[in-house]
């Protein structure tokens, strides 16, 4: 307890190391500018804010959604929001060695399909076939370390920057995403509400069918 309060006050009164280069501080806004809102980039922000949405308000109502919609036992549907989080670890492990061969936009292209399909069968097939909305997970992990990567790979100025308001528009979704999920409900029930999740991703890939006729343009050029 003692350490607790020691460690902190003995970090507030130690000297920052001052930078001495001229001009190291100052920002070039009109740079950041130019590089942090171009065409791509505003797509690649509408992206990943509706991949968190879809990722976080899976999580968040897949429960309630197999209780209520589905007839699901407590037991079984947090098993299946359990394999849902199996889905994303593996995906992420077995993802690092097929994104660099098959490329970067290819690869999102590829999986949001996927998942809209297993998502689109789990919602709206019989009883049967929820086992498909965690096999959503499998896909939705490739998702957000690639679109990371392709925009780190976009840019070669102002990239923390850049990448600084690419994980703001992240946490924007995750915060919307679930509550509109939750306002749907409300209104029209849980099943309406959870198909949310359905419409994020839908939109997520026609942005990334926007991205790619964006990059063909900027290549034949």
Known sequence: MILVVI???YFLFLKYPRNDVA???????????KTA???????FYLLIALYVAAEVGLASWLVEFLQKAKSQSVVLSSTF?????????LGRFLGSFVVERIGYLKSLLLVSGAAIVCLAIGTFGPSF???FLPLAGLFYSIIFPTATAAVSDLHKENVGTVLGLFFAFAGVGGMIGPWLMGLVSDWLGITAGFSLVLIY???????LLVL???QGLSQNT
Request: with cysteine; glycine share 16%.
């Open 212 to 214: 790619g006729k964006i």
């Open 129 to 131: 076939a929820v086992f």
């Open 23 to 33: 001009g190291a501080d100052q920002m070039n806004w009109r740079g950041v500018g």
């Open 37 to 43: 809102f171009t065409r791509e980039m505003i797509w």
């Open 201 to 207: 991703c839908s939109v997520m890939l026609g942005s």
């Open 7 to 9: 460690l902190p006050l």
């Open 81 to 89: 929001l359990s394999l849902f989080f199996g889905g994303v670890m």
